[in-house]
């Protein structure tokens, strides 16, 4: 079976897109949402790149994952925590005392979500041309390590 995981982070560099998109139309609480969504692909695709597979939705217990294997910056894991608060928060009413998610999301916040995504994205896209280029980007040069 082919590995999946350059379609895995051409579509999280789209999604981005599309949280530009509604970024630029106001739909922050989406804006925010589909951020969450990039990077988690982002992540999806560098775990499939580097044959192995990772379940679930946080980016922060993905790059956790990372840690054994890669040296992940501190700073990562903060903008991962920010982005998987918006997983459910930016979609459901229910996750607040009152009102629509709408409500609870603005411009400020959606451009932080948009400019987290798009470092860990960097961070795997940099990953991902290490494991092209054999830079041996792995604590002890090894992906068996």
């Not at 579509?11 to 609480?29: G, I, M, N």
């Not at 009102?99 to 932080?112: K, L, N, S, T, V």
Request: charged share 30%; hydrophobic share 35%; glycine share 8%.
């Amino acid at each position: 079976m082919a590995n999946r995981g350059m379609d895995w982070l051409r579509q999280a560099k789209r999604d981005l897109e599309k949280a530009r998109t509604d970024f630029d139309h106001s739909y922050y609480e989406w804006a925010c949402f589909t951020a969450q969504q990039a990077a988690e692909k982002a992540l999806k695709a560098l775990y499939l790149l580097m044959n192995s597979y990772v379940r679930g939705h946080s980016a922060v217990k993905m790059l956790e994952g990372l840690k054994e294997r890669l040296d992940v910056p501190e700073d990562l894991l903060h903008l991962a925590r920010i982005l998987d608060r918006y997983y459910i928060q930016s979609r459901y009413p229910n996750s607040f005392p009152e009102g629509a998610p709408q409500d609870y999301f603005d411009r400020q916040i959606a451009e932080e979500a948009y400019n987290a995504s798009g470092k860990i994205i960097g961070f795997c896209e940099d990953l991902v041309r290490g494991l092209q280029g054999g830079d041996g980007i792995f604590k002890g040069n090894s992906p068996g390590t």
